[in-house]
T-cell receptor, first 110, second 117 residues
Framework: RKEVEQDPGPFNVPEGATVAFNCTYS??????FFWYRQDCRKEPKLLMS???SGNEDGRFTAQLNRASQYISLLIRDSKLSDSATYLC???????????FGAGTRLFVKA | GAVVSQHPSRVICKSGTSVKIECRSL??????MFWYRQFPKQSLMLMAT?????????EQGVEKDKFLINHASLTLSTLTVTSAHPEDSSFYIC?????????????FGPGTRLTVT
């Protein structure tokens, strides 16, 4: 079993749709959780950190469920520019061991 | 956010030659940097952790004599791919940690696309 698992997609959605991604992790001692966005042939960029209380940044909402060991990302009112691969990232041991999910590809169409 | 640069962004080399990739933190000091490799449609795989002033820590399966890492200053880490082969062709990305509140956030360089012919 992979340490961090994501549905690879692709998710094909129309503009304005709401889309949700889930990610599961196997290490119950994992400490920090993030969603990164990666555009084709570019480096990953931090989208948002994920806190136990849940957090929202504009159209993006992230949730963490420690009991079930999954994190989620909700994108509302999808834009064409949201098309990218979304990486679920988990860190352990004080943030010095970072594990990336394989990513979920999102295509937003006009 | 913090800025990390990488150079070169793209390099093509012949099999058997060595290639050096530089990773710099531009507006902060990074005692620890990380080197990743990403094959097409796959996730980033951590190759090694680069520690300023000491030896790098390599992940299992990564040959330390092939992938030489030097972290001579608080703003520069280098990765040298020695005796490159076509199977070393990949996207190499470095990153550095920045403490943001109680969490470490990673900031990535723009990556180096290596093609070995």
């Amino acid at each position: 079993r992979k340490e961090v698992e994501q549905d690879p997609g692709p998710f094909n959605v129309p503009e304005g749709a709401t889309v949700a991604f889930n990610c599961t992790y196997s290490n119950s001692a994992s400490q920090s959780f993030f969603w990164y966005r990666q555009d084709c042939r570019k480096e990953p960029k931090l989208l948002m950190s994920v806190y136990s209380s849940g957090n929202e940044d504009g159209r993006f909402t992230a949730q963490l469920n420690r009991a079930s060991q999954y994190i989620s990302l909700l994108i509302r009112d999808s834009k064409l520019s949201d098309s990218a691969t979304y990486l679920c990232v988990v860190t352990n041991t004080g943030g010095f061991k970072t594990i990336f999910g394989a990513g979920t590809r999102l295509f937003v169409k006009a | 956010g913090a800025v990390v640069s990488q150079h070169p962004s793209r390099v093509i080399c012949k099999s058997g030659t060595s290639v050096k990739i530089e990773c710099r933190s531009l507006d902060f000091q990074a005692t620890t940097m990380f080197w990743y490799r990403q094959f097409p449609k796959q996730s980033l795989m951590l190759m090694a952790t680069s520690n300023e002033g000491s030896k790098a820590t390599y992940e299992q399966g990564v040959e330390k004599d092939k992938f030489l890492i030097n972290h001579a200053s608080l703003t520069l880490s280098t990765l040298t791919v020695t005796s490159a082969h076509p199977e070393d062709s990949s996207f190499y990305i470095c990153s550095a940690h920045v403490l943001a509140g109680v969490l470490y956030e990673q900031y990535f360089g723009p990556g180096t696309r290596l093609t070995v012919t």
